[in-house]
């Protein structure tokens, strides 16, 4: 239904910077902080979503066929994790393989790169996803990182029957005991 354009933005963002837990108090998540930097940068940068210390571009909403028209246009995202969950993925980055952007990666995301296909997707501070982001400028980078990305993923994947089937046994599981 979405067809891949001219990526615009060097970076995006879509949810919110989760500077506090659910009921108050600091996360000690340091997106908030990472996030406000790139929105200060010269990287064109488009933020979906509610931030800390600054104002987003496009307000959120649960459905996501609202916000993919805006994704197709990021050539790169960022996955965090909360702290202390490392081996853990987000769907952000089915979603956003799923939409053609590089899904760069915070620190030790994924730790047993069940998905991370290199280090390279790996960002320790800010100058690091500004030098990505300004290396995928080119388009024949972009796509030969991004190609690189997917090959990985399709065969650290199964099809979509597989973990329908993985859910529905599981429920079974937790239903009947």
């Given at each position: 239904?979405?067809?891949?354009?001219?990526?615009?933005?060097?970076?995006?963002?879509?949810?919110?910077?989760?500077?506090k837990k659910v009921g108050g108090g600091l996360s000690g998540d340091v997106r908030h902080t990472v996030l406000k930097e790139l929105?200060?940068?010269?990287?064109?940068?488009?933020?979906?979503?509610?931030?800390?210390?600054?104002?987003?571009?496009?307000?959120?909403?649960?459905?996501?066929?609202?916000?993919?028209?805006?994704?197709?246009?990021?050539?790169?995202?960022?996955?965090?994790?909360?702290?202390?969950?490392?081996?853990?993925?987000?769907?952000?980055?089915?979603?956003?393989?799923?939409?053609?952007?590089?899904?760069?990666?915070?620190?030790?995301?994924?730790?047993?790169?069940?998905?991370?296909?290199?280090?390279?997707?790996?960002?320790?501070?800010?100058?690091?996803?500004?030098?990505?982001?300004?290396?995928?400028?080119?388009?024949?980078?972009?796509?030969?990182?991004?190609?690189?990305?997917?090959?990985?993923?399709?065969?650290?994947?199964?099809?979509?029957?597989?973990?329908?089937?993985?859910?529905?046994?599981?429920m079974k599981e937790i239903i009947d005991a």
């Amino acid at each position: 239904r979405f067809l891949p354009g001219a990526k615009r933005y060097d970076f995006g963002y879509w949810g919110t910077s989760k500077k506090k837990k659910v009921g108050g108090g600091l996360s000690g998540d340091v997106r908030h902080t990472v996030l406000k930097e790139l929105h200060q940068s010269e990287l064109d940068t488009l933020f979906i979503g509610n931030f800390d210390g600054f104002k987003r571009d496009v307000k959120f909403t649960r459905k996501l066929q609202n916000i993919v028209p805006h994704l197709m246009d990021f050539k790169t995202t960022l996955c965090f994790n909360w702290p202390g969950y490392d081996e853990y993925l987000t769907s952000r980055y089915n979603e956003a393989l799923a939409c053609d952007i590089i899904p760069l990666v915070w620190e030790n995301y994924d730790i047993n790169n069940q998905l991370v296909e290199s280090d390279w997707q790996r960002c320790y501070s800010f100058e690091d996803i500004e030098r990505k982001c300004l290396e995928l400028r080119d388009e024949s980078v972009r796509l030969e990182y991004l190609n690189r990305i997917k090959k990985k993923y399709n065969e650290s994947t199964e099809d979509i029957q597989y973990y329908e089937e993985e859910f529905e046994t599981k429920m079974k599981e937790i239903i009947d005991a």
